[in-house]
């Protein structure tokens, strides 16, 4: 069975940083693409980041410079590093498994919460 | 302002068909493949149609997907109080991101 165990998230203050980190099992994880996708409340889902399978990234414009994507395969984790936080970035975050021939999530994980407020 | 453009609210009654439609470009749904997302309240969402008309195995067939031109459309038949959701479009866009629609709430009256 497919799981995917979002941690890390928490209360940061604007300006700050934090490291999520997301353990994944039930599948070969160094043969899929990963990604993150977040959802303020109320809101709709945005798409933050991803990761091939050789480490080659991709970042949407609002999160380029700030957030870094990475990837440990021995250990079955995706992270991702979080810094300069805005009260913008509040959301849950999701990882995401991405098959290559699919190209889009088809499996997603259950979400971490972070609050960036002072 | 997402880039691919749903309505926000759909509704039908029981055993009624619904369509929610999802409008991009041709940088996007013009060029490159749509998944549709259910995510029902308080979850994580769930795949639900991938490249533009696949069911993946376990979605009832009640489910279809199609595409044309820079437009797909999510069709549930036989609506059921159980598809009460949030509905979500997405594609890769040939500037290396990837795009989601804004989504549709989906009531089942």
């Known amino acids: 069975e497919v799981q995917l165990v979002e941690s890390g998230g928490g209360l940061v203050q604007p300006g700050g940083s934090l490291r999520l980190s997301c353990a994944a099992s039930g599948f070969t994880f160094s043969s899929y693409d990963m990604h993150w996708v977040r959802q303020a409340t109320g809101k709709g889902l945005e798409w933050v980041s991803a990761?091939?399978?050789?480490?080659?990234?991709y970042y949407p414009g609002s999160v380029k410079g700030r957030f870094t994507i990475s990837r440990e395969n021995a250990k079955n984790s995706l992270y991702l590093q979080m810094n300069s936080l805005r009260a913008g970035d509040t959301a849950v975050y999701y990882c995401?498994?991405?098959?290559?021939?699919?190209?889009?999530?088809?499996?997603w994980g259950q979400g971490t919460l972070v609050t960036v407020s002072s | 302002q997402s880039v691919l453009t749903q309505p926000p609210s759909a509704s039908g009654t029981p055993g009624q068909r619904v369509t929610i439609s999802c409008s991009g470009s041709s940088s996007n749904i013009g060029s490159n493949t749509v998944n549709w997302y259910q995510q029902l309240p308080g979850t994580a969402p769930k795949l639900l149609i991938y490249?533009?008309?696949q069911r993946p195995s376990g979605v009832p067939d009640r489910f279809s997907g199609s595409k044309s031109g820079t437009s797909a459309s999510l069709a549930i038949s036989g609506l059921q109080s159980e598809d009460e959701a949030d509905y979500y479009c997405a594609a890769w866009d040939d500037s290396l991101i990837v795009v989601f629609g804004g989504g549709t709430k989906l009531t089942v009256l």
């Open positions: 995401a498994r991405v098959p290559r021939w699919l190209q889009l999530p088809d499996y």
């Open positions: 490249s533009n008309i």
């Open positions: 990761i091939g399978t050789v480490g080659d990234t």
